[in-house]
């Protein structure tokens, strides 16, 4: 087993949570959660994908004397909808859910936001925790407190920051997590590097991380998160700085809402192509040296991640107008507006508010084969 790793993400000194990275913790979530909350009732908000590990997490929470409920919540994408939250709030309300109730995010981004919303909107706002399940999760998702659902004009349209009480990440869930999942989740690893850390960026070029070792795994969740907690940490509500972890999502967002959010492209391979269309547009405006641009496509390349628009099998024919036109839909345009966040190398991005749409427009019409 490898060293237990606490990082901290400091908000206001009342709100400020552990981020806690532990190998086989699961299995003592129940001791963890009475030591630091007491005896509570807890509500766990499950993805059917954790089903392999839900025994590990009711056992110990019984066994450390808590009362549980599970509720299941449909796999994928669609479970982030009104009509699914309305279950998840009923469900909680027949349980007669009190303040001191707490809720538990069992599962990937997906469960996470949704459960996350729940908690927000439930008696005004319920304790809740995060136990995220895929990579993705760990390394993003489960930190910095944005939660809601998607709304049929966009993708997290409705949604409250609500910040969890305790992340509790166990690497070795993800054994079972499957290899296109495990790419997805990848490119919000080298999201923060590209952002913030070149030589995480290094490391991570001589390191597999998608080979699953425990340690190394730890290793690239703690870096990741010790950047996120660091950004949200100086900019929880998102008015400056926070915005640079949406590299390469204004992209990634079109691109999800062209495919209706289904599997022709999963958010972290969208975020991929989503970032090397960042690189490309920064190296074509003179923002970044080219070799940068280059050596961060190639790397993803070569661990299997899509690179172009024309990598995602049967993506609807679209052209760049419509993209740009979706990109508009994003919730980041302020009065149709779009600030891209582009790159003056890798670990150096920024926030860009006047980028010239023409270079957008090409790259993408290149992008899309
Ligand atoms: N709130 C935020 O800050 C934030 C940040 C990034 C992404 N997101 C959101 O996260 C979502 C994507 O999250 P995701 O990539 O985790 O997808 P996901 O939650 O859909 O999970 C992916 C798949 O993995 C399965 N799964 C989960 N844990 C597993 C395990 N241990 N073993 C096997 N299978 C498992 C799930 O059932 C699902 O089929 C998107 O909705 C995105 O908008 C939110």
Not at 165 to 186: E, F, H, N, W
Not at 206 to 217: E, M, P, Q, S
């Amino acid at each position: 087993m490898t060293d237990p790793r606490t990082l901290r993400v400091k908000l206001d000194g009342t709100r400020d949570y552990d981020i806690r990275i532990d190998a086989g913790i699961l299995a003592r979530t129940g001791a963890v959660l009475e030591r630091d909350f007491g005896e509570r009732r807890l509500f766990v908000i499950c993805d059917p994908g954790t089903a392999a590990h839900q025994d590990t997490l009711k056992t110990s929470l019984t066994i450390a004397g808590h009362t549980v409920s599970f509720h299941d919540i449909p796999e994928g994408e669609g479970a982030k909808s009104w009509e699914e939250m309305e279950h998840t709030l009923d469900w909680l309300l027949d349980q007669k859910v009190d303040r001191r109730s707490m809720v538990i995010a069992f599962g990937g981004g997906v469960t996470g936001d949704h459960a996350g919303f729940a908690a927000a909107i439930t008696l005004r706002g319920l304790d809740f925790v995060q136990i995220p399940t895929t990579l993705l999760a760990q390394v993003d998702s489960s930190v910095g407190g944005k939660t809601g659902i998607n709304a049929p004009q966009g993708k997290n349209m409705i949604g409250a920051f609500h910040q969890p009480k305790l992340v509790l990440i166990d690497p070795s869930i993800l054994i079972t997590l499957d290899d296109r999942q495990m790419r997805a989740g990848y490119a919000e690893v080298v999201k923060h590097a590209f952002i913030r850390n070149v030589s995480f960026f290094d490391w991570l070029q001589n390191t597999n991380v998608l080979t699953r070792g425990v340690d190394v795994l730890s290793e690239a969740i703690a870096r990741s998160c010790q950047i996120k907690a660091d950004i949200v940490a100086a900019d929880e509500f998102e008015t400056g700085d926070r915005a640079l972890l949406n590299f390469g999502h204004t992209f990634a967002h079109a691109l999800e809402a062209a495919c209706h959010y289904d599997r022709r492209v999963l958010h972290g391979e969208a975020v991929s192509i989503g970032m090397c269309l960042a690189f490309e547009v920064s190296a074509r405006l003179g923002h970044c040296p080219r070799a940068d641009a280059d050596k961060a496509i190639r790397h993803l390349r070569e661990l299997g991640m899509p690179t172009r628009i024309a990598d995602i099998k049967n993506f609807p024919k679209l052209s760049s107008d419509d993209l740009l036109g979706l990109m508009t839909n994003d919730k980041k345009a302020i009065a149709g507006k779009m600030a891209f966040i582009l790159s003056h190398g890798i670990g150096a991005a920024f926030i860009s508010k006047d980028t010239d749409i023409n270079v957008i427009h090409d790259v993408l019409t290149v992008s899309l084969g």
